[in-house]
């Protein structure tokens, strides 16, 4: 139950951090692939970035649909971003999974 607290408190210093070293902000980030480990999280996401719902739809998607499957489940939401995207789309895509004894394991990718 303290996961999604840490998750929160933690996340946004973690996301600007990474995003500094290619000179980007959130605002930058198109879409997120952030781990469903749980609705708290998904929602603790949002609010410590600042983010609306849309932008994290595919995390909410797969966890609806497969639930949490570890920090795998990352690629299984990637999976449903690139499979969604259209031919002309390109974007800036930040991707954070979730492992144990709460490790944070990030990518930031750009898809065209």
Do not use: W
Request: with cysteine.
């Amino acid at each position: 139950s303290y996961v999604p607290m840490l998750i929160r408190n933690g996340i946004n210093q973690f996301c600007e951090t990474l995003l500094s070293e290619s000179a980007l902000t959130i605002s930058d980030i198109d879409c997120f692939a952030i781990h469903p480990g749980g609705l708290n999280i998904l929602k603790g996401c949002e609010k410590a970035l600042l983010i609306p719902p849309n932008k994290i739809k595919s995390s909410y998607d797969v966890l609806k649909r497969y639930g949490n499957m570890s920090s795998t489940t990352f690629l299984f939401v990637l999976d449903d971003i690139l499979s969604n995207m259209k031919d002309d789309d390109s974007m800036n895509i930040l991707g954070c999974a979730f492992g144990p004894g709460l490790t944070m394991e990030s990518a930031l990718m750009r898809a065209h």
